[in-house]
Every structure is written in C-alpha cells, then in structure tokens.
C-alpha cells in the first residue's frame, strides 16, 4: 500500500496539482494585499468607510457582515480574471505552436511532391489495393465449401452446373 501511495504522489499530475495549490496559495495572499491594501482604500474614498471588513448589520443578536462579504467578492473577481489571462495566454501560445507544426508538415509534403517517380509510385499503391476474387463457392445441397470451378460437390456428388442452370432460370423468371 505505500509502494502504491508513493507512485500516486510521484506521478506528473499529482505533482503538478500539488505545486499549482502551492502557488495559488501564494497569489492568494498578493490578491488579498492588493485588495485589502491597494483597492478597498481607493474604494472608501467614495464611500466614506475605511475600512469594509467593519461593515455590517445587526439584526437581534446577529450581525451580517456585508463588508467581509465585498471585499471576498472583489478576491474572487481579481484571481478569476487573472486565471483568464493566463488560460488565454497559453491557449495562444499553443495555437501558434499548432500553426508552426502545420506550416512544417504542408513543408514537407510539398517537398515530397517534389520527389522522384519512385516516392510517388509508393504513395499510389499504398491507396490501391485490389481486392483479390474468389477461389470457393458453397455447395446448394450440402453446404460445403468447394472450389470455384468444381462442376460436382465432393462431399455430396450433387452436380453443380445443372443446378446453377436452374438457379439461374428461376433468377430470370422472378425479375420479370
């Protein structure tokens, strides 16, 4: 059990959780500052309060802390728009990565298309392959396989060619 847990911690995807939780951990507390610092003040200019956190109401015995309640949304509003850019940012950059790799394989295609005869031959029997005709057909009367050009079953000893005949006529007679 712990030779399993130590494979699970040690895969690529738990670690890269792991230090992704860790840094989240840290940009937490840089949104929080720039917030609690840097906004919120900015924000109590115009309101007249200096502090949100200390904004609330009091309903009987409980209070409803509104201000706590603003300035966790204003948190959430900042690290969410962050996390945009950076998904934004990066799907850009994969784009481009997509495009280069595109771009160097329509490269090499057309220099394949510049090649010799023999490059060209390979490509078209690669495409073509017929499809080889048959060798064996089923007996009516006993249904054996046998060869194609056998005129008697050798399991039965029915003669085939009068029965083809016969098959063939009632074919004929059943289209018109």
């Known amino acids: 059990m712990l030779k399993e847990f130590k494979e699970f911690a040690t895969k690529g995807n738990v670690m890269d959780l792991a230090i992704g939780v860790i840094i989240g951990g840290g940009f937490q507390k840089i949104v929080n500052s720039l917030v609690n610092d840097i906004i919120m003040p900015f924000i109590s200019v115009f309101t007249g309060k200096i ?7 009091t309903i009987g015995d409980t209070s409803i802390k509104y201000g706590s309640f603003i300035t966790n949304v204003i948190n959430f509003l900042i690290i969410a728009f962050s996390v945009f850019l950076m998904v934004r940012y990066i799907n850009k950059f994969n784009k481009a990565l997509e495009e280069k790799a ?6 090499i295609n057309k ?27 089923i007996c009516p009367y006993c249904l054996s396989e046998i060869n194609i050009n056998a005129s008697r079953c ?23």
């Open 154 to 176: 050798p399991h039965c000893t029915s003669i085939l060619e009068e029965m083809e005949e016969v098959i063939g006529e009632q074919l004929e007679i059943e289209e018109k």
């Open 111 to 137: 220099k394949l298309e510049k090649q010799p005869k023999f490059f060209k031959k390979l490509r078209k029997n690669k495409k073509e392959e017929e499809i080889p005709a048959p060798t064996t057909k």
């Open 51 to 57: 502090d949100f956190n200390d904004m609330m109401f």
């Open 102 to 107: 595109k771009g160097m394989a329509n490269g």
